[in-house]
């Protein structure tokens, strides 16, 4: 297991589009260093230039283990992106996991 000051290093690199530290780390799957840049402060509700918060970026790439994390600190599965679409909009049909998570129907 990688120690707090790695994990801190490699969540805090800037990425070349600019997007914030806690959007990089959903993207990337890394639970561990989204809960540590929320426990340094980072915004759960944080939005990039398309309005997405982590939610919508969890939900979209099929990250249900972030999802859970973000919804249980207090993440709005009601905000909107530009576009108009809630977090449970952008997850897959065949994520059963994120579904359920949601509480949307699942036909197994």
């Keep these: ?58 939900c979209s790439d099929g990250f249900p283990h972030i999802a859970r994390y973000l919804l249980s600190l207090g993440a709005d599965p009601e905000l909107e992106n530009e576009c108009g679409e809630k977090p449970a909009d952008l997850i897959e049909p065949e994520n059963k996991e994120l579904l359920r998570l949601f509480g949307l129907a699942v036909n197994d």
């Design 1 to 58: 297991m990688q120690n707090n000051l790695e994990i801190v290093i490699s969540c805090c690199v800037t990425s070349y589009n600019r997007m914030a530290a806690i959007h990089e780390a959903v993207l990337t799957g890394n639970l561990e260093c989204v809960q540590l840049l929320v426990h340094y402060g980072a915004d759960i509700h944080q939005r990039d230039e398309e309005g997405w918060t982590p939610l919508h970026m969890a």
